[in-house]
């Protein structure tokens, strides 16, 4: 978005509050369809339910004169909180630019409302994470760019996405950012060879979307805490052991998709450094054999 003056958040002096979005609804019931939740990358990775505390403001499309006449009281708001930062942009070409539309998201995404407008969820992952973290979220959300979106809304691509076989790949070609993992959709997503049906992998994906997040709730961990417990052996509660072995069956299953020959232990909770270099260099040799993935 460019400017933390689209959002109400009380957490933040940059933002408009949340008492100002109710007073703007109240007042102009149209201004309810150009308002949504907005949620990042730290909510989804450490909330328990993945859950926003943001709203954002959404003119994508409209001109100043048409966001003037439609919604006059949120363009006050913009006026207020967002332009003075877009003022004090620099002058270069993109910067100008975002001066001239200071109403509206710096960019709009429009490929990605494109890919996603027929669908009811997405799968995310946080851009900046300790490990790759997969997810859905309902459309109706605005991801923040801290947020990969990957257009698929199925139980099986989300088990491709979290299972140790991607995160191989994904630690391979992203970056780090302290000690979080980058996750660069263009190095370690495009580049993932993707299996052409993911259907097989659906049963499993399910089972571990559902008691995954059943976990979460009671324990009221987000998704980072709860990989840190998973891959900490020395837990062996019975509800945690039960989600272990899931995630094992979803590495397997993933492996034999791609036609993995390699001798893994048919168990196995945590993979050998030579374990895991074997995978990623059978992954690399698959070439044609899988399709590219896409965004």
């Known amino acids: 978005m460019r400017g933390a003056g689209f959002t109400f958040d009380d957490t933040s002096k940059r933002a408009l509050s ?3 979005m109710r007073a703007a609804v109240a007042t102009n ?4 369809d150009v308002i949504h ?6 909510e989804v990775a450490r909330h328990f339910e993945q859950a926003h505390h943001r709203y954002i403001i959404d003119l994508t499309g409209l001109s100043i004169e048409t966001a003037r006449a439609r919604h006059p009281e949120l363009l006050a708001l913009l006026e207020e909180k967002a332009r003075p930062f877009r003022e004090n942009l620099g002058e270069s070409a993109v910067d100008r630019a975002h001066k001239e539309r200071w109403w509206r998201f710096a960019n ?3 490929e990605m409302r494109r890919a996603v407008q027929s669908l009811e969820r997405v799968i995310v992952i946080p851009r900046v994470a300790a490990h790759v973290l997969a997810t859905f979220l309902p459309t109706s959300v605005i991801p923040s760019d801290q947020l990969v979106v990957v257009a698929k809304s199925d139980f099986g691509s989300l088990a491709v996405l979290q299972s140790r076989v991607h995160e191989v ?17 263009s190095a370690c997503f495009e580049t993932f060879p993707w299996p052409e049906d993911t259907s097989s992998l659906e049963s499993l994906g399910e089972q571990m979307f559902v008691r995954r997040a059943a976990w979460l709730k009671q ?9 840190n417990v998973l891959n900490d052996l020395g837990d062996r509660s019975a509800g945690l052991g039960q989600l272990r072995e899931l995630h094992v069956e979803i590495d397997r299953a993933v492996l034999r998709l791609h036609g993995f020959g390699g001798a893994l232990p048919e168990k196995r909770e945590r993979w050998s450094d030579a374990e895991r270099k074997r995978v990623l ?3 690399r040799t698959l070439g044609s054999a899988c399709v590219p993935a896409r965004l």
């Open 29 to 32: 019931p149209k201004n309810r």
């Open 37 to 42: 939740p907005y949620i990042g990358g730290e």
């Open 18 to 20: 949340l008492e100002a």
């Open 169 to 185: 790949w994904a630690r391979a070609y992203s970056s780090t950012l302290g000690d979080g993992l980058r996750y660069t959709p």
């Open 219 to 227: 324990k009221r961990i987000g998704l980072t805490a709860f990989y």
């Open 108 to 110: 709009e995404r429009p």
């Open 281 to 283: 260099e059978f992954l």
